[in-house]
């Protein structure tokens, strides 16, 4: 089973998965970016003001790409519990509020843009925990150190999670994460218990 965790920045996200370490030894941990080389390239443009938002998303389905094959695949091929903190749903919701300024042909809509490249090759999660918190509170905690983490830019990706919640809404679970971070972590330790008793 594959669970992923997903959210603006300064959501807990990380902070949850560390604790689900605790919680679930036996399963496979793992995050997007990656800490390939791939994941390096990713890192490199997202320090780069002028980076191009079409080169940037290719950059992040690259390293989504070698993550599914090199990780992800393998372990769900042995049956195991798959933790990922951020996956393609970080993709559709960020990445398409990078490219809404930008022009894309036909009219096409970014997001709808960003699925469709997923569908011919990943692995839909199972499940999806959003961390759900404001973008003021998002970017406060994470102190706006990169582009993506200023408050517009996150009141964007915050609609495109809603969109994609809205289009799922069996696969998503909700945490209100402006809860203090223990009872985040406890929500989100008994989401995926409950999920692995199904
Ligand atoms: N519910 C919370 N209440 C207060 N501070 C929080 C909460 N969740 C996260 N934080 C703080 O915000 C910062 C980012 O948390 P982190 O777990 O790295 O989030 P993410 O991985 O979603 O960016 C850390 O300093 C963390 O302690
Ligand atoms: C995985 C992924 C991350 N991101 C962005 C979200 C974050 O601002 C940044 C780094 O992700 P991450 O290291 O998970 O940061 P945080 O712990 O603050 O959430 O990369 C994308 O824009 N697209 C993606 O596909």
Excluded at 186 to 194: D, F, N
Aim: net charge negative.
């Amino acid at each position: 089973m594959l669970v992923t965790l997903e959210g603006l920045d300064g959501s807990g996200k990380t902070s949850a998965w560390e604790a689900l370490r605790e919680e679930f030894p036996e399963a496979v941990f793992t995050r997007e970016p990656t800490s390939s080389w791939y994941g390096e390239s990713v890192a490199r443009s997202m320090g780069d003001d002028d980076a191009n938002p079409l080169a940037e998303l290719f950059l992040f389905t690259a390293d989504h790409a070698d993550h599914l094959s090199r990780v992800v695949r393998p372990a769900l091929a042995d049956g195991s519990l798959v933790v990922s903190d951020r996956y393609s749903d970080s993709r559709f919701a960020y990445q398409a509020a990078s490219l809404a300024d930008s022009y894309l042909a036909g009219g096409r809509d970014p997001l709808e843009y960003v699925r469709e490249i997923h569908a011919a090759f990943s692995h839909p999660p199972d499940r999806t925990i959003y961390l759900d918190v404001d973008p003021e509170t998002a970017a406060e905690r994470a102190g706006a150190t990169n582009k993506f983490e200023r408050v517009a830019h996150l009141e964007r990706v915050s609609e495109n999670y809603e969109r994609l919640i809205d289009a799922e809404p069996e696969r998503f679970v909700r945490v209100d994460a402006t809860q203090p971070l223990p009872d985040v972590i406890a929500a989100v330790t008994e989401h995926v218990a409950a999920f692995t008793d199904d």
